[in-house]
């Protein structure tokens, strides 16, 4: 039978536990079944070893028409819900395809592309950069449809978090940094935008494919402004020295509004920081010195 050879990576079932408590190991748990009841229902044969990030199981498979594609399981939260609504809309522009969709499991069909090729693979970071930058100016120049979650109820949330995270950092510097952070955040939350955000687009959330050189992958989207999207470039194959140069092609690739984006990409910052100090972390160091980098002295860049 197709559930005693579905076989969930440790790596996963570790992650879950940690993310999502009683809730992620149930999703483990019952992953070999619900991997079963797909490759019956659409006619799927696995071709490959599975793989994994931190939520979602993904097996390599072949239709029955001989179509190759991957079979997405993951446990449903307010990040992924919105996957397949975006998807959709993208319709394999700069994007995955989707192929196929079930609501009530989350379970999704989509087109496969070339696993062995990450945009992280490419050896210059500046060319890295630069790909993200132009698949997000495609990608965010579509509005987000009615419903999908909203970067200003996020920013509202953020602000409301705020002092009590200010009253558990002890170091001063630091503290007045994440206040300028939360001022910057209070300059645009009024006007959180409308545009369909990808939200987690990393080089390792861009692969190679045959009909475009990099497709994007893994959306957790939102509905907002663009200059949210920007924070992953900036600290991917992190370099002190390279945010300025990073920031800088961004908003122009992009052609945004700089004292805008500056704004949303210490509001992601600020997200960061959040959730280390609410995990008992402590502030994040990385997103700390990129707010630094990009605002030394404070005001707009």
Avoid: Y
């Avoid at 992650?15 to 190991?25: D, T």
């Avoid at 009909?211 to 402004?225: E, F, N, Q, V």
């Avoid at 704004?263 to 995990?279: K, S, V």
């Amino acid at each position: 039978m197709v559930r005693d050879v579905i076989d969930v990576p440790k790596a996963l079932a570790a992650a879950q536990a940690k993310a999502n408590g009683e809730a992620g190991r149930a999703f483990v748990a019952a992953l070999p079944g619900l991997a079963a009841e797909f490759l019956e229902r659409w006619e799927l044969r696995v071709d490959g070893a599975p793989m994994h990030g931190v939520s979602a199981l993904v097996l390599p498979v072949t239709a029955a028409d001989g179509t190759r594609a991957v079979l997405k399981l993951q446990l449903l939260d307010e990040e992924t819900e919105g996957e397949p609504v975006a998807l959709r809309i993208w319709a394999g522009e700069r994007a995955v395809r989707l192929l196929r969709h079930d609501e009530p499991t989350g379970a999704l069909l989509l087109e496969r592309l070339d696993a062995a090729r990450m945009l992280s693979s490419v050896p210059d970071p500046h060319e890295g950069v630069l790909v993200i930058a132009r698949l997000l100016a495609g990608l965010t120049a579509v509005a987000a449809p009615p419903g999908m979650r909203s970067l200003g109820d996020i920013a509202a949330e953020m602000l409301e978090r705020t002092p009590w995270a200010l009253a558990r950092v002890p170091d001063p510097p630091t503290r007045r940094l994440i206040a300028d952070c939360a001022a910057a955040l209070r300059e645009v939350a009024d006007d959180p935008g409308d545009r369909l955000l990808h939200w987690d687009l990393h080089d390792e959330n861009v692969l190679a494919a045959d009909r475009a050189p990099w497709l994007a992958i893994d959306p957790k989207p939102l509905a907002g402004d663009p200059g949210f999207e920007l924070w992953p470039a900036l600290a991917n194959r992190f370099d002190a020295a390279d945010v300025r140069w990073r920031f800088d092609a961004m908003t122009e690739v992009l052609s945004l509004d700089r004292p805008r984006a500056h704004a949303w990409t210490l509001a992601r910052l600020l997200q960061n920081t959040l959730w280390t100090i609410e995990d008992g972390d402590g502030p994040d160091e990385q997103s700390l010195e990129i707010a630094h980098r990009l605002n030394p002295h404070g005001g707009h860049p």
